[in-house]
């Protein structure tokens, strides 16, 4: 009897140490030393709670680096000008373990302990709804970079800014492509998280006012490693195309399991996956052919001051960081050249000169397009690539006239490839 | 294709892939008490080995498996009678502490050494299938089943027949008494713990060779092993198969039925349930 209860202590402790590891998600590291030397009155200093470790480790390097890159390039141009004289830049980085109650805790931090003023965002929607509601009670402004939720712009804030279109608008170029190519029924299949659920049901509702017939819309549980009997069914409603949703990992599975299950679709599509190179690596040839819903590619026609053209600023990333740059390394370095338009045009540092100069910056032409910022922090305007693997490689297939580099669309069966 | 004939192989399959992946965890609970919370890490290093010596040296994952199975029996071996036997005979906390720790360890290891890069093991027919009867079944998960069956017939072969498994056995079931009897605890310990990191990182081969995994990915198997080890009940061979095909069949059918979204609703309200109904699992025996 006594023996039983201990047993059972033993499974209740069980329990809920692994419900502490599932929600700690893996991986944990303490917070990286404050480096800054935010005193020096040359310098500019700006932080940002980044997930070096845990479950948005991959996304969250390339943020790393992306406001990193911008950090390097003005500094070697002997600093950012601001009112005639040049400011080093120093970002303090700080790690949120990809949790979103961290971001709250370490933006507190390094605003009431090490003095920040001005912020960049961690990564992905939820930890920058969380770290913003900080930022905006201390009136400190904040660009996100690598979420476009739209909620985190529904709140009525002024010091939360975004160089990341709304999430909802992510599908729009996938769909008008689809639509040239002669796909009429499309199957949605989304995660359940804040990304994945306002990009699918932007993509919904743009594809069915464009005369797309949706014939299938399941949401999985981020993370789910068997979707085989979705695409079962979906085989049986005889989608043209599937859209997915979600997150690496499920884009990928997906892709696996449609050979695996034999579903042949015209076309496949992902808003997260083919714009990173693992996805061509972790599927070989099955990813031939796939496209994805991009932000920024190196092709893009557009340039800037401080990167240069599109090309010129994959060129800069891959010389620092070894690997191309994707979208999420590109926004970033968008967002941290936001704010030192921000800083440029506010004649200064202080937090409150630079919100009202974000607000007022209007259109601004950079390495990654023209925006517009909106009245909430968010922005409009900016044209959507579309990337089509080929040859192992992310190709850029949209807007034109890059559609004259379109292959394969429809896809070939499974059993002819 | 038939709907519902594929979806009722989908959960079996599926069930394979989940049971081979609780098959350690399993063992170890049932025999010594541990409950071991670095069990998926111990998988996804399995993963990486042999993604690793696939890369490198060309050696296809089936065989370097053998390799890899006789290396983490080892490193298990090793591991039980160095550290984890030091607190084993303390509060069960100890141990759930000490492998807590374990995971964070590994976890951050693997992001060291593989980075945070997603990887999958992708053979020539990671993805093939066959055809029959116009049903698909996929390779890898079809293997996986057949492993797992396989596993669970030597396992209960082996727990059943042999000296050393009569010895593990008669000390699961009463600790002292199997000391009095002159069987050196620490020792089957040892060899139960190797055995298990070894099935452990069968798991994580097939685990590997069917889905993208990377260093971050270890929590939620050990999640699901946890799952199907206490729906198929503790103490047992036949849990883990049990347990396995249960999950897999119910998350299939109920993923149709009710949608995808609902899957963990289903799994853990049905986890609630046999832990109010039958505690001991479908298969488990009466508390000893």
């Known amino acids: 009897m006594v023996r039983k209860s201990v047993k059972l202590t033993g499974l209740f402790m069980a329990v809920s140490l692994l419900l502490v590891a599932a929600l700690a998600g893996c991986g944990s590291q303490g917070a990286k030393q404050n480096t800054s030397n935010a005193s020096a009155a040359d310098t500019i200093t700006i932080g940002a709670p980044d997930a070096a470790t845990g479950a948005l480790a991959n996304e969250g390097k390339l943020v790393h680096d992306g406001y990193t890159l911008w950090q390097d390039v003005v500094n070697k141009q002997g600093g950012l000008l601001v009112g005639g004289k040049r400011y080093k830049i120093n970002l303090v980085f700080k790690d949120d373990q990809s949790k979103p109650d961290n971001d709250k805790s370490l933006t507190e931090q390094m605003i009431t302990q090490d003095g920040i003023k001005l912020f960049l965002s961690p990564y992905a929607s939820p930890n920058i709804f969380a770290a913003s509601t900080v930022a905006e009670s201390h009136k400190v402004p904040m660009i996100a970079a690598g979420g476009g939720a739209k909620k985190i712009f529904e709140r009525g804030y002024k010091y939360i800014f975004s160089s990341y279109p709304y999430s909802g608008e992510y599908l729009g170029s996938v769909l008008d492509l689809l639509k040239g190519r002669g796909i009429k029924t499309v199957a949605f299949l989304h995660a359940d998280d804040l990304f994945s659920q306002e990009a699918d049901q932007g993509g919904e509702a743009y594809a069915k006012s464009h005369g797309f017939d949706v014939v299938y819309s399941a949401q999985y549980p981020s993370g789910a490693t068997d979707l085989s009997s979705q695409l079962t069914q979906i085989a049986q409603k005889k989608a043209d195309a599937l859209i997915g949703t979600g997150h690496f990992e499920e884009a990928v599975q997906l892709v696996k399991q449609a050979k695996q299950m034999n579903v042949n679709f015209k076309a496949m599509a992902f808003t997260v996956g083919p714009t990173m190179p693992a996805f061509a690596q972790n599927l070989g040839k099955d990813a031939e052919g796939v496209l994805g819903a991009s932000l920024w590619t190196p092709d893009l026609p557009y340039k800037d001051d401080v990167f240069g053209t599109a090309a010129q600023y994959a060129a800069l990333y891959k010389q620092s960081f070894g690997t191309e740059p994707d979208y999420h390394a590109a926004m970033a370095s968008a967002a941290a050249e936001m704010m030192g338009l921000a800083i440029q045009k506010a004649g200064s540092a202080d937090p409150q000169k630079v919100r009202d100069a974000l607000a007022g910056l209007g259109t601004v032409h950079l390495f990654d397009g023209s925006f517009t910022i909106e009245p909430n922090g968010s922005i409009k305007g900016l044209v959507l690539p579309v990337i089509q693997i080929q040859n192992g490689k992310a190709v850029t297939v949209w807007p034109a006239p890059f559609d004259k580099n379109i292959k394969d669309i429809p896809l070939p069966p499974w059993s002819k490839r | ?288």
């Open chain 2, 1 to 288: 294709m038939h709907l519902w004939g594929q979806i009722i192989v989908n959960g079996i399959l599926q069930g394979g892939v989940l049971g081979i992946s609780a098959l350690a965890f399993s063992l170890q609970w049932g025999v010594m008490d541990l409950i071991n919370l670095a069990h998926g890490s111990f998988q996804i290093l399995a993963a990486y080995l042999a993604l690793t010596l696939l890369n490198s040296l060309g050696i296809d994952p089936f065989l370097s498996l053998p390799l890899i199975f006789l290396l983490f029996f080892a490193a298990g071996y090793l591991l039980q009678l160095w550290i984890i036997n030091r607190v084993i005979s303390a509060n069960l906390f100890m141990t759930l502490l000490l492998t807590f720790g374990m995971d964070f360890v590994l976890a951050n290891l693997m992001i060291l050494l593989f980075s945070a890069d997603y990887k999958s093991i992708n053979t020539g027919y990671a993805n093939a299938s066959l055809h029959l009867a116009g049903i698909e079944l996929p390779v890898v998960r079809l293997l996986a089943l057949l492993f797992l069956i396989v596993l669970s017939v030597l396992l209960w072969l082996f727990l059943e027949y042999s000296r050393t498994g009569r010895a593990i056995r008669a000390t699961a079931m009463e600790r002292e008494s199997a000391r009095l009897m002159g069987i050196k605890i620490p020792a089957v310990y040892a060899l139960t713990f190797g055995l298990g990191s070894g099935l452990a990182a069968v798991g994580g081969v097939f685990f590997g060779l069917s889905n993208t995994f990377s260093p971050a990915a270890g929590g939620p198997l050990t999640v699901g092993a946890f799952v199907v080890t206490i729906l198929g009940g503790v103490g047992t061979s036949w849990g883990p198969l049990a347990g396995g095909l249960i999950l897999g069949l119910l998350e299939a059918v109920g993923s149709v039925v009710f949608g995808p979204t609902y899957v963990n609703v289903i799994t853990f309200g049905l986890l609630l349930l046999v832990l109010i109904i039958r505690p001991t699992g479908v298969l488990g025996r009466a508390a000893r």
